[in-house]
Nanobody
């Protein structure tokens, strides 16, 4: 099994920045592709960003392109989501996820392991 633990969420004003971290433990060789998703109240969980094992391939949802950056440190089994220029509509619970596939996928069903989530609240 793989355990994922997110950290770094909090309350920030619009225009501010946060960096989320996700630490993986257990059978980390299964964490081929890592992704970040978010879920706002009353909405479905949506894809935010994903990164390949080597870090050379990344994908982002259009609404965060140019503002968010996903990265990973495989030596420390950690993936990051740096968020800048935050907007109130970015408010959500952010989840880290890991997929065994090598394709940088965006569907929630493609991910095998999930963290518990960390709350990000952006005030206007």
């Amino acid at each position: 099994q793989v355990q994922l633990v997110e950290s770094g969420g909090g309350l920030v004003q619009a225009g501010g920045s946060l960096r989320l971290s996700c630490a993986a433990s257990g059978r980390t060789f299964r964490t081929n592709v890592m992704g970040w998703f978010r879920q706002a109240p009353g909405k479905e969980r949506e894809f935010v960003a994903a990164i390949s094992w080597g870090g050379t391939l990344t994908r982002y949802v259009d609404s965060v392109k140019g503002r968010f950056t996903i990265s990973r440190n495989n030596a420390e089994n950690t993936v990051y989501l740096q968020m800048h220029s935050l907007k109130p509509e970015d408010t959500a619970v952010y989840y880290c996820a890991a997929a065994r596939t090598s394709a940088v996928v965006v569907s929630t069903t493609a991910y095998d392991y999930w963290g518990q989530g960390t709350q990000v609240t952006v005030s206007s």
